[in-house]
């Protein structure tokens, strides 16, 4: 069954079509009531509605019928001769484009039946084609035109009516309210059209908003998923090429006295990482399972892991040095966007600083942010490589939680990340 908005116009057409081949959906179409089409009739713009010429000269013969009855039958001045009659035909016909040019059309209407009451003729008969050009101009222009061309009009027909006989311009000015009800009505349905034309504008912009919003929290979580997945990816196989080097340095150093133990260790550690970046990969792709929720995040990591990076990239190497003062738990946002800020930086210190990097992680909160430093004494990348998305990837960090980073290579040598994170961030933050 399908619904439309108070400003649209219930269509059936399409409901049977033998030329579009069926399908498994089964699709059931109603027609639209008599009580919807008038008022979907009514809140439409006669400019904009469909077949608006060929209702319009429907229109034309119906009153014109009316007309010629109200001059057979009703006793309001001498019956038309034939000029009569051809000027009150006539006046009928401009209202087949009332819809184009309702202006032009009252004026040629105004024009034929002005001649037509001056020769005394029977003045009910084109009352209504006279109130139908009325209330098309009334309700497709203006209020301030359609009160001008309302006066215009009410002049001309009392100076006519002036010139055939003083009593019936007497009685035409007692029942000129019904012109101005005509008009007034004309202008009471252009505002109601406006105003359901507004409601459907604001619908459709709602729907709009909500589509914009979903696409951006799409793009919003691809982008996490990226990021999730270059620090665990670039931070496990830094290590894992790390600990394979030193078990292939153990390996090749003195093959007739092999380290058994320091191959095993290695080989361990391997293994190790492995585990933990298997772990970290699932968490991390969870939100892409089609039978969870969408807003599914899993588990954040948090300040409580970054002893685990430490000693990770202690066994890579590093000679790391800690100084974690932390007094207050932070959001779960923020401890998120530390761990992978540390995780990075430690990462590209165990990559670019050179071998047994002296590496210095310092964390402390203050009133309403949580620091976050980490320097090296390496030598930094190689000049002229290709940059990876670390550095950006870490900014982004700090960015989606409203912090700040600042990352580069220090005065006396090495390379400093230095990083502030609010201690109180929106719902929803990731």
């Not at 009160?147 to 000129?176: D, F, I, K, P, Y």
């Not at 006295?257 to 772990?279: H, N, P, Q, S, Y």
């Not at 699932?282 to 892991?305: A, C, F």
Request: charge should be neutral.
């Amino acid at each position: 069954m399908t619904r439309s908005f108070p400003g649209a116009l219930p269509s059936w057409k399409g409901a049977f079509r033998p030329d579009v081949p069926e399908d498994d959906t089964v699709q059931e179409t109603t027609r639209p009531r008599l009580g919807e089409r008038i008022m979907a009739a009514v809140n439409r713009d006669p400019r904009t509605a469909p077949h608006g010429t060929r209702n319009d000269a429907l229109l034309a013969v119906v009153l014109a019928a009316a007309a010629v009855c109200a001059g057979l039958f009703i006793d309001d001045g001498r019956r038309p001769d034939a000029l009569g009659w051809t000027l009150l035909l006539a006046a009928h016909v401009p209202l087949v484009w009332r819809r184009r040019r309702p202006l032009l059309v009252l004026a040629a209407i105004v024009a034929l039946i002005a001649p037509y009451h001056a020769l005394d003729n029977n003045h009910a008969a084109p009352t209504l084609v006279a109130y139908v050009a009325l209330y098309t101009v009334a309700v497709t222009g203006r209020p301030l035109r359609t009160v001008l061309t309302g006066a215009v009009v009410l002049s001309v027909s009392l100076a006519v009516m002036l010139t055939v006989n003083a009593h019936r311009a007497l009685e035409l000015l007692q029942t000129s309210g019904w012109i101005i009800a005509v008009l007034f009505c004309g202008i009471d349905v252009r505002y109601y059209r406006q105003y359901v034309a507004s409601i459907v504008e604001r619908a459709v912009r709602a729907e709009r908003t909500r589509e914009e919003e979903a696409r951006r929290r799409v793009a919003e979580e691809r982008l996490r998923i990226a990021r999730d997945l270059h620090d665990l990816l670039a931070h496990s196989i830094t290590l894992i090429g790390v600990q394979t080097s030193v078990a292939a340095h153990v390996l090749a150093a003195d093959p007739e006295r092999l380290d058994r133990e320091a191959v095993a260790k290695a080989l361990d550690d391997i293994a190790g990482t492995c585990r933990t970046a298997r772990g970290e990969l699932r968490t991390t792709l969870e939100v892409l399972r089609e039978h969870g929720p969408q807003d599914t995040r899993g588990p954040l990591p948090g300040l409580d892991g970054l002893p685990d990076l430490v000693a990770a990239a202690r066994l890579a190497g590093a000679r790391v040095e800690q100084d974690l003062r932390i007094r207050t738990d932070p959001p779960p946002a923020v401890g998120a966007a530390a761990y992978r800020i540390v995780q990075e930086a430690l990462t590209n210190a165990v990559r670019h600083a050179g071998p047994e990097p002296a590496v210095r992680l310092r964390l402390y909160d203050e009133p309403g942010a949580l620091r976050v430093s980490v320097t090296d004494d390496g030598t930094g990348p190689v000049p002229g490589g290709n940059p990876g998305f670390g550095l950006v990837g870490m900014r982004e960090r700090a960015r989606s939680v409203g912090g700040t980073l600042d990352a580069g290579p220090r005065p006396d040598g090495g390379f400093e990340v230095t990083a502030a994170l609010p201690l109180a961030v929106g719902e929803g933050t990731v």
